[in-house]
């Protein structure tokens, strides 16, 4: 029996709205994971180290002297979140250099400066120094072991600050310092190292605890890096002691 005409419009009509179904969601599910990456890539920030040039532009003497900035800047890196836009300034006082041209610095100090159009504000800062009473002869930023990332994925930069200090016998009796700054907060590991087991120990505020996991991990990660590179000391059973989240880690029983 031959179908009426208005039947195979009906048919057609049906055919063309389950096209236009699956190219909907087609594109519909294209829209969605486009999406998703793009989240994904705008929680990944980055940062750049400032050249001499730019940084003589921004950090005039005026401008030096209005942020209290007393030793030249021995690295500069600048860096965007959903906060603003910043500048992590680190100083040394460069007191002397030695006959193998190493540059001796009895005090330091880091700024991170924010930039509000072209106004500056400084929201915290690091000041340290040697402790001449126990020979140690120079202070300064470990520019390898520093990093400006975002650990939980919220849009927000995580910096990691790591220095320290050289004694008589060099890395075996200086300090080391990680000074993380988590949400506005600082969160701060002490290490001294020593030659003699009694002389080593390490200091970790509670908080460090109650960092994103991958954070933390990046710390015992360096700590593992330094020892490698034998600049650390750490006491026996460090590890063990930090997954028991010990504050005050030492040798003496």
């Not at 500069?76 to 190493?102: F, I, M, Q």
């Not at 400084?122 to 520093?146: A, L, V």
Request: proline share 2%; glycine share 4%.
């Amino acid at each position: 029996m031959k179908q009426p005409w208005s039947f195979y419009c009906f048919i057609r009509a049906t055919q063309n709205l389950k096209s236009l179904a699956m190219k909907f969601r087609a594109s519909l599910i294209i829209f969605l994971l486009s999406t998703t990456h793009s989240i994904g890539q705008s929680n990944h920030l980055s940062y750049e180290i400032v050249n001499k040039e730019e940084l003589s532009k921004l950090f005039t003497n005026e401008t030096r002297s209005s942020l209290n900035i007393k030793y030249p800047i021995y690295r500069a890196y600048k860096y965007n979140d959903k906060s603003g836009k910043y500048y992590l300034l680190l100083t040394e006082s460069r007191d002397s250099v030695t006959s193998e041209k190493d540059t001796l610095n009895k005090n330091i100090k880091a700024l991170n400066i924010k930039m509000d159009g072209v106004a500056f504000s400084k929201k915290w800062e690091i000041n340290d120094f040697i402790n001449s009473g126990t020979g140690e002869t120079t202070i300064w930023f470990w520019t390898k072991y520093i990093a400006l990332k975002d650990y939980d994925n919220d849009s927000l930069m995580d910096p990691v600050i790591v220095y320290g200090t050289t004694g008589l016998n060099g890395y075996d009796d200086g300090r080391i310092k990680f000074i993380i700054y988590y949400k506005g907060k600082k969160v701060t590991i002490r290490h001294q190292n020593g030659v003699l087991d009694f002389e080593r120990h390490t200091q970790i505020d509670k908080t460090f605890y109650s960092l994103p996991k991958e954070l933390q991990a990046h710390v015992r990660s360096l700590m593992k890096t330094m020892i490698a590179n034998e600049q650390a000391i750490f006491p026996a059973g460090w590890e063990k002691a930090m997954i028991n989240k010990q504050t005050y880690i030492s040798e003496i029983k």
